[in-house]
Structures are given as structure tokens and as C-alpha cells.
């Protein structure tokens, strides 16, 4: 069964372009409850440790600066069918290529600065929440 939470980040290209509240207008819209949020920034470390995944590829260098480079805001998300409604809402990694009216193809300044982070799947839902937020954080 799919589950309700997922988890997000409203990158430093958004936060500095002056989209947070364009973006939480988006994510409201759409039905999405906040669990939990916070403006935070990442050390080079935590956000090394946050794509950890992508270690191995080209551009984990130029993701971790930029992940690293200015302010964030930190979310839990709740809605049915959470981590997959938030990935159709926030359009392709690459904002050229995501749908109209997507966050990302209305605020994303390129494919490495794309304004949101979405989790892709309910483990790494969790996994993720867990990273940014204490239990008694999430509400
Ligand atoms: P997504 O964020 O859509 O899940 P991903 O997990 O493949 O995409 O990559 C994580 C982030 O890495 C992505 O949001 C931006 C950056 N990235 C991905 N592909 C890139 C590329 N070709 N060049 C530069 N940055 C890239
Ligand atoms: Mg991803």
C-alpha cells in the first residue's frame, strides 16, 4: 500500500529567488498537510550525507555546494499516495523537461538548481523525515 507521508526541501535557488511562498501555495493547493517545517541550511557535510546516494555521479560535487549554499526549508508532507502525487507536483528533475504548471517548470532555474527536493519512495520517505526532523518535531 502506498503510504501518506513524503518528504521536501525547497532548495537555495528557490528560497534566494523568493519563491518559499509561491511553492507552500502550490503544496497546500494540491491537499498536501504539513507535518513538520523548518528554515534550516545544510553544512557540506549533512548535505554530502543527504545524497550519499549519489556519490558516484558527475555532478555530486556541484550538488553538495549547492545544497550547501544558502538557506532551505525543510518539510514533511502528508496526503494519500504522498510520495508519488509529490513527484507528478513537482514535475522532471529537469525544469526544460517537467509538465506545465509544475514547481519545478515554474520556479527551477536549471536541472542542478531545481527548487525542490521530493523523496522517491516511502522508505526513503522515512529515512529522509528522519534525517531533518526528531520525532517530536512532526506533527
Ligand atoms: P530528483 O531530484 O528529481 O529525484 P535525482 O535524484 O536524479 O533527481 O538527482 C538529485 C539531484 O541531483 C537533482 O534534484 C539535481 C541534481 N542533478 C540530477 N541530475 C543532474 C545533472 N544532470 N546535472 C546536475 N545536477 C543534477
Ligand atoms: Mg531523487
Given at each position: 500500500m502506498a503510504g501518506n507521508r513524503t518528504f521536501t526541501m525547497i532548495k537555495p535557488d528557490a528560497v534566494q529567488d523568493g519563491h518559499i511562498g509561491a511553492i507552500l501555495d502550490k503544496i497546500n493547493a494540491a491537499g498536501f498537510r504539513i507535518v513538520a517545517m523548518k528554515m534550516t541550511k545544510l553544512s557540506p557535510e549533512k548535505a554530502g550525507e543527504f545524497y550519499a546516494v549519489h556519490r558516484?555521479?558527475?555532478f555530486y560535487q556541484e550538488l553538495v555546494d549547492f545544497m550547501s549554499s544558502g538557506p532551505i526549508v525543510a518539510a514533511v508532507l502528508e496526503k494519500s499516495n504522498a510520495v508519488e502525487d509529490f513527484r507528478t507536483l513537482i514535475g522532471a528533475t529537469d525544469p526544460a523537461k517537467?509538465?506545465?504548471?509544475?514547481i519545478r517548470a515554474l520556479y527551477a532555474r536549471n536541472v542542478g538548481e531545481n527548487a525542490v527536493h521530493g523523496s522517491d519512495s516511502d522508505e526513503n520517505a522515512a529515512i529522509e523525515s528522519a534525517f531533518h526532523f526528531a520525532v517530536t518535531e512532526m506533527f
Open positions: 558516484e555521479r558527475p517537467a509538465a506545465p504548471g509544475t
